[in-house]
Nanobody, 117 residues
Framework: EVQLVESGGGLVQAGGSLRLSCAAS????????IGWFRHSGKEREGVGDI???????YYAAAVKGRFALSSDNAKNTVYLQMNSLKPEDTAVYYC???????????WGQGTQVTVSS
C-alpha cells in the first residue's frame, strides 16, 4: 500500500519560512514524480514537482524563486522549502506521486500552512 504523509505545516508570519516534508512508503518504482499542490478554498493549484530519478524540478510562477524542492531518496522523503512566505501562500498543501507531471495516482492527507500578515 502506497502512503504519502505530509508534515511541517504551521503558522508563520509573512516573510518567514517553513519546510514541508512528504514521506513516501510503498512506492515500487524508483522513477516517480512527486508533486506539491495547494488548496486555499479556490481551485487546487500546482506548486511544483521533482523527479526522484534525476532531481529535476519544476515550479509554478507564483512560487518560483521562493520555494525549493529537494529529495532524500534514502529516506524516501521530498522536502518543500518555502521562504519569503506571503499571506496568499496560506493553504492546505498536499504531495502526490505519479509516473509523470500530469498523472498522480497517490495523494497525501495534506498539511495546513497559514501565513499571517
Amino acid at each position: 500500500e502506497v502512503q504519502l504523509v505530509e508534515s511541517g505545516g504551521g503558522l508563520v508570519q509573512a516573510g518567514g519560512s517553513l519546510r514541508l516534508s512528504c514521506a513516501a512508503s510503498g512506492l515500487t518504482a524508483d522513477d516517480v514524480i512527486i508533486g506539491w499542490f495547494r488548496h486555499s478554498g479556490k481551485e487546487r493549484e500546482g506548486v511544483g514537482d521533482i523527479s526522484t530519478r534525476d532531481g529535476s524540478t519544476y515550479y509554478a510562477a507564483a512560487v518560483k524563486g521562493r520555494f525549493a524542492l529537494s529529495s532524500d531518496n534514502a529516506k524516501n522523503t521530498v522536502y518543500l522549502q518555502m521562504n519569503s512566505l506571503k499571506p496568499e501562500d496560506t493553504a492546505v498543501y498536499y504531495c502526490a506521486a505519479g509516473p509523470d507531471r500530469w498523472t498522480y495516482d497517490y495523494w497525501g492527507q495534506g498539511t495546513q500552512v497559514t501565513v499571517s500578515s
